[in-house]
């Protein structure tokens, strides 16, 4: 039994990982989206699967398979799907991850038909979208909580800020200005920013160095 716990200390343990982008429809045929891949999302659901946890892995559009008997795949298209289905799992898990690159804003009007063209210019008014991470924050228990942060300035500072507004126990700071990071690549560059403000930079790595690392970070913090 210790043996198995060395090897698998996530065993007993159930993790909420999200991914992927979210898209917004606009009309019937027409949809607000970004270029989130999944990857990162998939790699960390795929990483604490190794470690023995079930994985609830709530994931906006993409063409990623995960086949994996311990990760239930929970396919969802809008932010709003997305909330629902984290939290329909969020009380029975033990730990939550936020890495989808959910759409801060929806339109506020869903045309039933496909809008036809018109005039020179045509606006779309824009609602916000509920912020997912935010409400588990605010509905947290026993969970840990990790959340993402993308910035382009004033990285740790707005880093910082994310983790006392969203209530979390670790932010993954992913830092843009290093050439090979973020959307698109193969490759991240992180920081880890735990509640206690601790700093961590992190080398450049691959995406699934990445998640070990949050995998890692995790089961520090849950013995710390
Ligand atoms: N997030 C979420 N629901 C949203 C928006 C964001 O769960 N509607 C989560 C993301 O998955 C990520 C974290 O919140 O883990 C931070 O996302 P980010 O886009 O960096 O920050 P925002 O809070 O959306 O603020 P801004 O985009 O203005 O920097
Ligand atoms: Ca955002």
Redesign the pocket.
């Known amino acids: 039994e210790d043996d198995l716990l060395q090897k698998l200390p996530l065993r007993n343990k159930r993790v909420l990982v999200?991914a992927g982008p979210t898209y917004e429809a606009i009309d019937p045929v027409r949809f607000i989206g970004n270029h989130s891949s999944g990857k990162m999302g998939f790699d960390i659901a795929q990483k604490a699967a190794e470690k023995g946890a079930e994985v609830i892995l709530v994931s906006g559009p993409t063409h990623l398979q995960l086949d994996n008997s311990q990760v239930k795949i929970v396919r969802v298209q809008s932010?709003q799907e997305m909330y629902d289905a984290c939290h329909e799992y969020f009380d029975s898990v033990d730990v939550a991850v936020?890495?989808?690159?959910?759409?801060?804003y929806r339109p506020k009007i869903v045309a039933d038909q496909k809008i036809k063209k018109n005039d020179a210019t045509f606006n779309i008014e824009l609602e916000k979208?509920?912020?997912?991470?935010?409400s588990l924050g605010e509905n947290k228990k026993h969970q840990l909580l990790v959340?993402?942060?993308?910035?382009t300035e004033n990285e740790i500072e707005?880093a910082k800020q994310?983790i006392q507004k969203?209530n979390l126990d670790l932010i993954v700071l992913n830092s843009l200005n290093d050439s090979g990071a973020g959307f698109g690549h193969t490759t991240n560059k992180v920081t880890f920013i735990d509640a206690q403000f601790n700093i961590q930079a992190m080398e450049l790595k691959s995406k699934e160095e990445v998640a070990q690392d949050i995998i890692n970070k995790i089961l520090e913090i849950q013995h710390a």
């Open positions: 999200t932010a936020a890495a989808a690159a959910v759409a801060d979208t509920k912020d997912i991470l935010a959340g993402f942060a993308l910035e707005h994310k969203k």
